[in-house]
């Protein structure tokens, strides 16, 4: 069964910092492209990272520097660093991986609250 688990969400001020991390069962890790996707209230789902099997990294525009998104094989874990946060980061955000893209497993997502 295959299992993607968020975690690390939670409520911080503007400018601050929150880690992200997406923790999975169920997969060969190492052979996912993994990638965060986030959805805010009457918004569509958006990325905000993704990260290749072999490490390639691409980020949404809105992201401008401040994310940064890593994976450890060893650990079958993909994290999301985030700094320099704003009030419109606020969102559900979500793991999702895939053998070519990442859309196939997705976790339940996890909350992120950024106040002015």
């Known amino acids: 069964q295959v299992q993607l688990v968020e975690s690390g969400g939670g409520s911080v001020q503007a400018g601050g910092s929150l880690g992200l991390s997406c923790a999975t069962s169920?997969?060969?890790?190492?052979?996912?492209?993994m990638a965060w996707y986030r959805q805010a209230p009457g918004k569509q789902r958006e990325l905000v990272a993704r990260?290749?099997?072999?490490?390639?990294?691409t980020y949404g525009d809105f992201v401008r520097g401040r994310f940064t998104i890593s994976r450890d094989n060893n650990k079958s874990t993909m994290y999301l660093q985030m700094n320099s946060l704003k009030p419109e980061d606020t969102a559900v955000y979500f793991c999702?991986?895939?053998?070519?893209?990442?859309?196939?497993?997705w976790g339940q997502g996890t909350q992120v609250t950024v106040s002015s």
């Open positions: 990260i290749t099997s072999g490490g390639t990294t």
């Open positions: 169920g997969i060969i890790f190492s052979l996912h492209d």
């Open positions: 999702a991986a895939g053998r070519n893209y990442p859309g196939t497993f």
